[in-house]
C-alpha cells in the first residue's frame, strides 16, 4: 500500500494512507490554494520578486502559527529589495541563491512535493512557491505563543532545578540537551496520529541503554495507529505490557532533572509535542516509591522517608481492612484496653463497621473528586463540607464512630506520601478489593487479598524488567541500592542490573567513608 | 475476561454466603456487642459439691452521652458479676449467654482465679475447659484464691473503689518488687502441672481487711493482697509457702529480679540492701556413679540502699560483716524452703529439671525413682555474696554533725 508522509528515506512503516486526489496534484499555488481552501486562517498572498511581474511566486502560511516579523524582515524584504536577487531571470536561479545564502535564513527547505509543503506550511512554516519550475522553499519560522518554562506544578521541588517541561517539542529537547551534553545523547523524532500528526521523541544515551529495549520502544511506539494523541493515554495505554493492571508500568515525570538522571540509569525516555510532562520506560514499583527529591537530601534522612514510604504503602492498602478484621472476626487480637476504648466509640452506632468503613472510604473519594473537578474559587467550600459532614457530624449523629474517622484518614493520608499519582491511585483502588475480602471473610480475606496482589504484581514485566525489581528478580542483587533505603551516593557503583545496560559503571571514583 | 469474571463471582458468593448460618466464612460480630470478661473465678460447687461455680466479671460500659452538654462523655463504669453453677464449665458457659444482652467473649480473659477448696480437691477439671476451647486465652494469669471462694473473693473486692482486673494488674507488675514473679501464665502452669517429676506452685492472693485512716467512717475497705504461694503435687493442693519464705524459692528457681534484705550492723542499726543480681546454680553430686547429694550454689550482689548508723559503716571489716549476714539470711531461707519440700515430697524447687539437665543419661535410669529418692536425698547450700555499691555518700549522713557537736 503507498505511503503519505515521507519524512524520511530510511523505509519506516508510515503513518498515513494516502489520499486519492492528493496523488498527481502538482505544486502551484493555486492547487495549494485549493487543498487549503474554506480555512481562513490560511494566508496565501501572490508576490513579484524585486518587482518583475514575470516572478511572481506564492507566499503562504498559516496566521498565529508564524512569526510575522521575521517573515518580514528575514524573508520577504530580502527576496523584494535585494540587490543580488535583482539580476535573476528565472525561479531556478532564485531558489539557487536561497539555498546558498541570499536569504538570512538557517532552517529552509526545497520541496518539489506538494504534500511535504502543505505538511510543512501546518507545522508552522513560510512556503515561497514557484509555480513555473513547481517546487517550494519553506522557512521554519514558528512563531507561535507558549508558555514560559515554570516550575513543577505536580513534583514539588525544594533542592533541585525548578524548571520544568512545556507543551513545545523543541524547549523540551533543549532542556534535556543543556542537562545531558554528551554526543551520545540521542534524540529520534517521529509522528503519532493520523490526524493529529503529533511528533514524539524517543530520547536515550548511546552506550548506556540496552539496544534492545530502545528497539522495542521504537517498535511499540512505531505500532500505534491512533487518530489524535491529545492525552498521554494515547501513547502509554498502547507500550505497556500488562494492559489490565490498575499500576503504571510507565514512569511521567515534568522534571527535565529527574528524566536526565533516568537516562543516565540507563532506560529510555519519551517526549510527546504538546504535553509538558516526559515519560520513562520501563518503569518498576520500586520507582514509583523513590522522590526524585530523595537524591537531594542526606542519605541517611532520605533512607527513613523511603521506608517510612514503603510503611505507608502497606497501611494504605490494608488498614482499614484489618480493622474490620480485627473488630468483627478476631477481637481477641486487640488488646484490653484498647478494646474497651472500640467498644466506647462504636457504642450506639447502628452500621455494621464494614458499611461505616466503606461509606467513609468512599465519602473521601468523593470528595477529593469534587476538589479537583470544581473551580478554583469554590473549591474551598469541599473541604469545608468535607471536614464539617464527614469528620464531625457523621461522629456526633452516631452514624459513624470517630475510630473509623481515624483509621479512614490515616488510610488516605498515607496513600497521598506516595510520590506518583498514578501509582497512588492503583493502591486506591486495591485498597477497596482489600477491605471488601476483609469484610467477607476477616483477615482470612485480607491475606488472600495480599497474595492476589503479590501474584498480580509479581507477574508484571515491563519491557523484559520485573516489576517488582530489585526485590522480586536477579537473585536478590541491587535489593541494597535504593530500594527499601537510599544508599549513599558514592555506594552506588553500578547501574541498576536489571536493566542491562551496555555500560554498568556508574560511578568509579576512589571514595573512603572517613575522609 | 475470565479472570475478572471469576474473580466477580467469587465476591458475589461471598456475600450471598455471608450472614448465613452454615456460611463457608467466619462468623461475624460487631465488637459493641461483645461482652469481654476480664476475670474468672472457679469454684467448687455451693449447692451440689460436684458441680462448678463459675463467676465472671467484665466491664460494663454505659452508654455514652452525646449532645453537647457539659456532662457528656462516659459515664461511671461499673463491673458486671455473673455466678453460675453447673456440671461441666462448658454448660455454664452457654447458661451465661441467656444472662446478658450482649455475647460473653473469652478472648480477654486476662485473669484465671482458683478457689482454694477445688485446688485441693484437684486443679485438673476445674482448667481444662480453658486450655482446651480456642477462644480463651492461655496467656491468662493464673492465682489461687486463699481464705476464701474466687466467688466472694471477685465479688467483696469489687465493692471498693478499685476495678480488679486493674488492681490485679497492678499487683502483678509491683509483685517483683517484693521478689514475687509477674504473675503466672496458665501455660507455663500447664507444662509444670503436667510434669510427673517434678510439683507445680502457683501464686496466691486473699482478701484483707485494711483501716482507711484518711476518712472518718469505720467500716474498714477490703483489698487484695499477695499471699504466699500454694504447692501443688499429683494435681492437687498440698502445702504452701508464705510471703516470709517465697524469697528462698525465688531464688531456687533463679527467678529473683530485685530483693529488699534488712540486716542490723555491729552497732545494732538497721541497714536495708537491694539484691541487684542472682545466679543459682543446682547440680547432682556423683561419686563412684552414684547419686550422693545436690549442691545449690547461689551467687548475688546487692547494694546498700539505706543506713540508720551514725557511725561509719563502709569499712572493710563492716562490710563483710554485712555480707556475711546477707549470705546467712539467704542460706537459712533457701534451706526452710528445702525443708518443706522434703517433708512433702514435692519437688517445686526443681531439683528433677535440674538433674536432668546435667546429667540426663544417668536420669533415665533414675527418674522413676525419683519419688523415692528426692525425700532423702542430701542437698547442700552455698551462699556467696558481694556488696557492689554503696551509692554516691561513702559517709554516713550525719556524721558531720556528730562530728562537730
Not at chain 1, 522495542?216 to 495507529?225: D, F, G, P, T, Y
Not at chain 1, 522480586?472 to 551516593?489: H, K, Q, Y
Request: hydrophobic share 40%.
Amino acid at each position: 500500500m503507498l505511503k503519505f508522509w515521507k519524512r524520511n528515506s530510511k523505509g519506516k512503516p508510515y503513518l498515513y494512507e494516502e489520499k486519492p486526489e492528493n496523488k498527481d496534484v502538482s505544486l502551484t499555488g493555486k492547487n495549494i490554494s485549493t487543498l487549503l481552501s474554506d480555512s481562513d486562517d490560511i494566508i496565501i498572498r501572490q508576490l513579484y520578486i524585486n518587482g518583475n511581474e514575470e516572478l511572481a511566486i506564492t507566499f503562504c502560511y498559516v496566521d498565529g502559527l508564524i512569526n510575522k516579523k521575521t517573515a518580514s524582515d528575514d524573508v520577504l524584504k530580502p527576496l523584494l529589495q535585494e540587490a543580488a536577487l535583482s539580476k535573476v531571470q528565472d525561479s531556478r536561479d532564485i531558489i539557487n541563491l536561497i539555498e546558498h545564502g541570499s536569504l538570512y535564513y538557517t532552517s529552509q527547505a526545497t520541496r518539489d512535493n506538494i504534500n511535504d509543503t502543505i505538511k510543512d506550511v501546518l507545522d508552522g512554516s513560510v512556503a515561497l512557491i514557484f509555480d513555473d519550475i513547481k517546487q517550494a522553499v519553506t522557512f521554519d519560522i514558528k512563531g507561535f505563543e507558549k508558555r514560559t518554562i515554570q516550575e513543577t506544578t505536580g513534583e514539588n521541588v525544594i533542592k533541585g532545578s525548578k524548571d520544568a517541561f512545556i507543551e513545545v517539542m523543541s524547549v523540551n529537547t533543549s532542556l534535556v540537551r543543556r542537562k545531558i551534553r554528551t554526543q551520545n545523547l540521542k534524540i529520534k523524532q517521529m509522528s503519532i496520529g493520523q490526524e493529529t500528526i503529533t511528533p514524539v521523541s524517543v530520547v536515550y544515551i548511546d552506550g548506556i541503554a540496552n539496544s534492545n529495549l530502545v528497539d522495542e520502544v521504537n517498535k511499540r511506539l512505531q505500532a500505534i495507529n491512533i487518530d489524535g494523541v491529545l492525552r498521554s493515554s494515547a501513547i502509554e495505554e498502547f507500550i505497556v505490557d500488562n494492559k489490565l493492571s490498575a499500576f503504571p508500568q510507565v514512569m511521567y515525570t515534568e522534571r527535565p532533572d529527574n528524566f536526565c538522571s533516568n537516562l543516565l540509569e540507563g532506560r529510555v525516555g519519551i517526549l510527546i509535542d504538546g504535553l509538558p510532562v516526559s515519560y520513562i520506560v520501563p518503569g518498576s514499583l520500586n520507582q514509583f516509591l523513590h522522590a526524585p527529591e530523595d537524591y537531594s537530601s542526606n542519605f541517611l534522612v532520605a533512607s527513613s522517608i523511603t521506608f517510612i514510604r514503603f510503611v505507608s504503602v502497606i497501611t494504605t492498602l490494608i488498614l482499614p481492612g484489618f480493622y474490620i478484621s480485627v473488630t468483627t472476626f478476631h477481637q481477641e487480637m486487640i488488646p484490653t484496653e484498647l478494646a474497651m476504648s472500640i467498644i466506647i466509640s462504636k457504642e450506639g452506632v447502628p452500621l455494621p463497621t464494614y458499611i461505616e468503613i466503606i461509606i467513609m472510604l468512599l465519602a473521601f473519594e468523593v470528595l477529593l473528586e469534587a476538589g479537583l473537578r470544581m473551580p478554583k474559587p469554590i473549591g474551598q467550600a469541599v473541604s469545608i463540607v468535607g471536614a464539617v459532614v464527614v469528620g464531625q457530624s457523621a461522629v456526633e449523629a452516631k452514624l459513624i464512630s470517630p475510630v473509623v474517622v481515624i483509621v479512614v484518614s490515616f488510610t488516605v493520608i498515607s496513600g497521598f506520601s506516595m510520590p506518583n499519582q498514578d501509582f497512588s491511585n492503583a493502591l486506591r483502588l486495591w485498597r477497596f478489593i482489600m477491605t471488601a475480602l476483609s469484610s467477607f471473610a476477616g483477615l482470612f480475606g485480607l491475606s488472600l487479598g495480599f497474595i492476589a496482589l503479590l501474584l498480580h504484581l509479581a507477574s508484571i514485566e515491563t519491557f523484559g524488567v520485573p516489576y517488582l525489581s530489585p526485590f522480586a528478580a536477579n537473585e536478590g542483587d541491587d535489593i541494597e541500592v535504593d530500594s527499601l533505603f537510599r544508599m549513599p551516593v558514592w555506594l552506588v557503583k553500578k547501574r541498576p542490573r536489571n536493566l542491562k545496560t551496555i555500560n554498568k559503571v556508574k560511578e568509579n571514583s576512589n571514595v573512603s567513608k572517613d575522609k | 475476561m475470565k479472570k475478572v469474571s471469576l474473580l466477580v463471582s467469587f465476591l458475589i458468593i461471598g456475600l450471598l454466603f455471608n450472614g448465613c448460618s452454615m456460611a463457608l466464612l467466619p462468623e461475624r460480630i460487631e465488637i459493641n456487642k461483645l461482652n469481654l470478661i476480664r476475670i474468672v473465678g472457679i469454684d467448687k460447687g455451693i449447692k451440689n459439691p460436684d458441680d462448678i461455680c463459675i463467676t465472671i466479671l467484665t466491664k460494663k460500659i454505659q452508654q455514652q452521652q452525646s449532645g453537647g452538654s457539659e456532662n457528656s462523655g462516659q459515664k461511671a463504669e461499673q463491673p458486671l458479676i455473673l455466678t453460675n453453677e453447673a456440671p461441666t464449665l462448658m454448660k455454664a458457659d452457654r447458661e451465661f449467654q441467656t444472662y446478658s444482652d450482649k455475647r460473653m467473649f473469652w478472648g480477654h480473659v486476662e485473669y484465671l482465679l482458683v478457689g482454694e477448696e477445688a485446688a485441693k480437691e484437684g486443679i485438673a477439671k476445674y482448667i481444662d475447659y480453658f486450655v482446651r476451647d480456642t477462644s480463651f486465652r492461655i496467656k491468662a494469669n493464673i492465682y489461687i484464691i486463699k481464705g476464701t471462694t474466687a466467688k466472694d473473693f471477685i465479688s467483696q473486692s469489687s465493692m471498693g473503689e478499685y476495678y480488679l482486673p486493674d488492681r490485679l494488674e497492678a499487683l502483678n507488675k509491683n509483685s517483683k518488687l517484693l521478689t514475687g514473679w509477674q504473675g503466672l501464665e496458665l501455660l507455663e502452669f500447664l507444662q509444670w502441672l503436667n510434669n510427673k517429676y517434678s510439683s507445680a506452685v502457683a501464686p496466691a492472693l486473699c482478701l484483707k481487711e485494711i483501716e482507711n485512716p484518711i476518712s472518718e467512717d469505720d467500716k474498714p475497705s477490703i483489698d487484695v493482697r499477695l499471699d504466699g504461694y500454694v504447692i501443688f503435687k499429683n494435681l492437687k493442693l498440698v502445702t504452701e509457702i508464705n510471703l516470709k519464705q517465697e524469697r528462698g524459692e525465688n531464688f531456687l528457681l533463679n527467678k529473683v529480679v530485685t530483693s529488699a534484705i534488712q540486716i542490723t550492723d555491729p552497732s545494732g542499726k538497721m541497714v536495708a540492701m537491694d539484691i541487684i543480681d542472682n545466679k543459682t546454680d543446682t547440680s547432682p553430686v556423683i561419686k563412684n556413679g552414684k547419686l550422693k547429694g545436690m549442691t545449690v550454689k547461689v551467687e548475688f550482689s546487692s547494694n546498700i540502699n539505706e543506713v540508720h548508723s551514725t557511725s561509719d559503716i563502709f569499712d572493710e571489716s563492716t562490710l563483710k560483716y554485712l555480707n556475711d549476714e546477707q549470705s546467712k539470711i539467704i542460706k537459712n531461707e533457701i534451706e526452710a524452703v528445702i525443708k518443706i519440700a522434703k517433708d512433702n515430697n514435692a519437688d517445686f524447687i526443681d531439683m528433677a529439671g535440674s538433674f536432668e539437665m546435667k546429667r540426663p543419661t544417668m536420669w533415665k535410669k533414675i527418674k522413676d525413682k525419683w519419688d523415692d529418692i528426692f525425700p532423702t536425698i542430701p542437698i547442700s547450700v552455698e551462699v556467696k555474696s558481694k556488696i557492689n555499691r554503696t551509692y554516691d555518700i561513702i559517709k554516713p549522713n550525719s556524721r558531720f554533725w556528730e562530728e562537730h557537736k
